[in-house]
């Protein structure tokens, strides 16, 4: 199973975009990068996945460069409710699969 | 209603007791999974169930048992619960879904067990 490291914290202003990056050095070639949120207290939601390259929706953007081993989750213009845990995941789908790591802790500031 | 109803939400007990955390899903997901959550730390995988007949056990099993009633529901026991074992408990589902695969998680609210 592939391991992570992402930063353990951040910090931000309101209106400002985040990129927060994480490294998964022994990505598989079947594994996937997957992104949660996790809030004080509420179980994580899932954010946003990609295989390669770039991934947009609604509420973030996953930029992934061609060897895979790292990927960026950008927020763009954050606000002071995207203050939570954000955990990065890699692997091939499913749970039992799926390893937390201490995720990054972004503080958004007014 | 959500999809991934966990109860109780909160629960305080004594050491030597049984305790069962129960979950129940709406979403029609065969896979089940039980996380448990330290302070400051990320999920560990306790025991996940791909459907009824299938249970394996996670990362930290041990001192765990889980009993899987119907595809809706899964249940996690602390046959004698411990201190060590005050966390905060996630219950999720998901489902494989094809090409591509995402796999996405869905929690409950999760139960917040102290053992004195």
């Known amino acids: 199973l592939a391991k992570t490291t992402q930063p353990i914290s951040m910090d931000s202003y309101e209106g400002q975009e985040v990129n927060i990056t994480c490294s998964h050095n022994n990505i598989a070639t079947n594994d996937y990068i997957t992104w949660y949120q996790q809030f004080p207290s509420q179980g994580p939601r899932f954010i946003i996945q990609?295989?390669?390259t770039k991934v947009t929706n609604e509420v973030a953007s996953l930029f992934i460069p061609a060897d895979r081993k790292s990927s960026t989750l950008s927020l763009p213009r954050v606000s002071l409710s995207d203050t939570a845990v954000y955990y990065c995941l890699v692997g091939d789908g499913g749970g039992f699969k799926t390893i937390f790591g201490a995720g990054t802790r972004l503080f958004v500031k007014a | 209603d959500a999809d991934v109803t966990q109860t109780p939400r909160n629960r305080i007990t004594k050491t030597g007791k049984r305790i069962m955390l129960e979950c129940s899903q709406t979403k029609g997901h065969d896979r089940m999974y039980w996380y448990r959550q330290d302070p400051g730390l990320g999920l560990r995988l306790i025991y996940y169930s791909f459907d009824v007949k299938d249970i394996n056990k996670g990362e930290i099993s041990d001192g765990y048992s889980v009993s899987r009633q119907a595809q809706a529901k899964f249940s996690l026991s602390l046959e004698s619960a411990i201190p060590n074992q005050t966390a905060l408990y996630f219950c999720?589902?998901?489902?494989?879904?094809?090409?591509?695969?995402?796999?996405?998680?869905?929690f409950g609210e999760g139960s917040r067990l102290t053992v004195l």
């Open positions: 999720a589902t998901s489902d494989l879904l094809g090409e591509p695969n995402t796999g996405e998680l869905f």
């Open positions: 990609g295989y390669k």
